[in-house]
């Protein structure tokens, strides 16, 4: 099968974005770190990928909001070449900062009629940075590729504006029915009340768009790729795999069979 060629795309602040390459080499795919101003001067560098990823970070120094900036870019100088991309049925990943990217540039629910998404990522309940391991549930995945096989899994997470929230229950309600709520913060043995740590409405902790191939995240799917990176590995079952290597790996298989 031809080779997969994901582009992880950089800007001033991200830090993940080594990291997600090795994940997308583990599955497979040959992963290219591209500047965000190379991409400004050359947008049609995107039409020799099949991915495109945003990885975590802190963009900017997540000035103004978190993932603002990179988000404003892409709406503006590059809008055209995303949606081409897209409908070309490619793929198209957010991970942390940037799955907040992906949400204020309009990419994963559409902007109103006045320009704004009705929907954001903002400071954690309690206001604090959280850095810790949570679990995920999975739902109405069936036209999302990169969560085929998923049930619950567990990745860590590190953010300090990740809860999600609506601008009302109309558009909470919206996007449950069309199916575009696939991640919720879940409870394990032992978690207690606190398994939604931001306090995201509906415990959403990822969402897609509506064609499915646009996927967002607040957890760290590139940090658990390998079973040795839980902290509890000694103690859990054998595995050849961390929980989060099934999403590259699935995007991989996707992007080889289409």
Same mark, same amino acid.
């Not at 590059?78 to 897209?86: E, I, K, N, T, V």
């Not at 590995?233 to 992007?255: H, I, K, M, S, Y």
């Given at each position: 099968?031809?080779?997969?060629?994901?582009?992880?795309?950089?800007?001033?602040?991200?830090?993940?974005?080594?990291?997600?390459?090795?994940?997308?080499?583990?599955?497979?795919?040959?992963?290219?770190?591209?500047?965000?101003?190379?991409?400004?001067?050359?947008?049609?560098?995107?039409?020799?990928?099949?991915?495109?990823?945003?990885?975590?970070?802190?963009?900017?120094?997540?000035?103004?909001? !978190?993932?603002?900036?990179?988000?404003?870019?892409?709406?503006?100088?590059?809008?055209?070449?995303?949606?081409?991309?897209?409908?070309?049925?490619?793929?198209?990943?957010?991970?942390?900062?940037?799955?907040?990217?992906?949400?204020?540039?309009?990419?994963?629910?559409?902007?109103?009629?006045?320009?704004?998404?009705?929907?954001?990522?903002?400071?954690?309940?309690?206001?604090?940075?959280?850095?810790?391991?949570?679990?995920?549930?999975?739902?109405?995945?069936?036209?999302?590729?990169?969560?085929?096989?998923?049930?619950?899994?567990?990745?860590?997470?590190?953010?300090?504006?990740?809860?999600?929230?609506?601008?009302?229950?109309?558009?909470?309600?919206?996007?449950?029915? !069309?199916?575009?709520?696939?991640?919720?913060?879940?409870?394990?043995?032992?978690?207690?009340?606190?398994?939604?740590?931001?306090?995201?409405?509906?415990?959403? !902790?990822?969402?897609?768009?509506?064609?499915?191939?646009?996927?967002?995240?607040?957890?760290?799917?590139?940090?658990?790729?390998?079973?040795?990176?839980?902290?509890?590995?000694?103690?859990?079952?054998?595995?050849?795999?961390?929980?989060?290597?099934?999403?590259?790996?699935?995007?991989?298989?996707?992007?080889?069979?289409?």
């Amino acid at each position: 099968m031809a080779t997969v060629r994901v582009l992880i795309l950089r800007a001033p602040g991200s830090n993940c974005d080594q990291e997600t390459a090795f994940a997308f080499e583990l599955a497979g795919a040959a992963p290219q770190r591209v500047h965000i101003n190379r991409l400004r001067e050359q947008p049609t560098l995107l039409d020799d990928f099949q991915i495109l990823v945003i990885p975590g970070g802190f963009t900017y120094g997540d000035d103004v909001a !978190a993932g603002k900036i990179l988000a404003y870019q892409l709406r503006h100088f590059l809008h055209d070449q995303l949606a081409r991309f897209r409908d070309a049925g490619k793929l198209i990943l957010g991970i942390c900062n940037g799955f907040q990217v992906l949400l204020k540039a309009g990419l994963l629910v559409p902007p109103d009629e006045q320009g704004q998404v009705p929907a954001t990522l903002a400071a954690n309940r309690g206001g604090a940075f959280l850095d810790r391991w949570v679990a995920l549930r999975t739902e109405q995945a069936q036209a999302c590729p990169f969560l085929v096989g998923y049930s619950t899994w567990v990745v860590p997470i590190a953010h300090g504006e990740g809860r999600f929230l609506c601008r009302d229950a109309a558009t909470l309600d919206r996007l449950e029915r !069309a199916g575009q709520l696939v991640l919720r913060y879940t409870a394990e043995p032992g978690a207690g009340r606190d398994f939604n740590p931001n306090g995201a409405a509906a415990d959403v !902790a990822g969402l897609c768009d509506g064609t499915g191939r646009v996927l967002g995240l607040m957890p760290h799917p590139e940090r658990h790729v390998l079973p040795l990176q839980h902290p509890h590995w000694t103690r859990l079952e054998p595995r050849t795999q961390g929980d989060g290597f099934r999403l590259f790996r699935n995007a991989v298989l996707f992007c080889q069979r289409a």
